[in-house]
């Protein structure tokens, strides 16, 4: 099973600043032959449902903000928030979609300092 | 507009079985795979399984933690993905998801709102 590690598992970041989330898989998820990362983060709002934000590890999903951004390839990822704003706090998770067991990593709580 | 809707959650006794029903509607269902995610309370989110489009199969894959015990089912022509639940433990306890991939290999792109199972004597 590929493991998902994120870091950290919680930081406040002051409105309008950056936050930087990271995600490490045990086992690479880049597929040589399309060369794409199998590498998903979401969104979760308190009482909510996950939300898909980016996919193959920097497409963002229609209709999310462009502050949002995915970067990374191979074990390592980030998702970085350019300019944090109020709706942004929440519960964010990678998912690597690589293989099953899919596996997510555990979590990281955003909140504003 | 895509919605997936949950129902059959609960609370059940240890031991006994319970059957979750995932409504699609919005997209042609029989199109895509469907894969179940559970999130305890107050932790994060945990993979259950999925099963297949019919076009790759129609095939079941399951976590370690649930296989033997959870089985996944489709009926294309009503719409609609089973989680049927056998020999609840107190563990089984969270909020589930269902969610849509377009397949294997691919991000799941949709959430129905969950469903909470709630396993105790």
């Not at chain 2, 297949?52 to 993905?81: C, H, L, N, Q, W």
């Amino acid at each position: 099973d590929i493991v998902m590690t994120q870091s950290p598992d919680s930081l406040a970041v002051s409105l309008g600043e950056r936050a930087t989330i990271n995600c490490k898989s045990s086992q690479s998820v880049l597929y040589s032959s399309n060369n794409k990362n199998y590498l998903a983060w979401f969104q979760q709002k308190p009482g909510q449902p996950p939300n898909l934000l980016i996919y193959w590890a920097s497409t963002r999903e229609s209709g999310v903000p462009d502050r949002f951004s995915g970067s990374g390839s191979g074990t390592d990822f980030t998702l970085t928030i350019s300019s944090l704003q109020a709706e942004d706090v929440a519960v964010y998770y990678c998912q690597q979609y690589y293989s099953t067991p899919l596996t997510f990593g555990g979590g990281t709580k955003v909140e504003i300092k | 507009e895509v919605h997936l809707v949950e129902s059959g959650g609960g609370l059940v006794q240890p031991g006994r079985s319970l059957r979750l029903s995932c409504t699609g509607s919005g997209f042609t269902f029989g199109d895509y795979a469907m894969s179940w995610v559970r999130q305890a309370p107050g932790k994060g989110l945990e993979w259950v399984g999925l099963i297949r489009s019919k076009t790759y199969g129609g095939t079941p894959e399951y976590a370690a933690s649930v296989k033997g015990t959870f089985t996944i089912s489709r009926d294309d022509s009503k719409s609609i993905a089973y989680l049927q639940m056998n020999s609840l433990k107190t563990e089984d306890t969270a909020v589930y998801y269902c969610t849509r991939m377009i397949g294997t290999g691919w991000p799941v792109d949709y959430w129905g709102q969950g469903t909470l199972v709630t396993v105790s004597s």
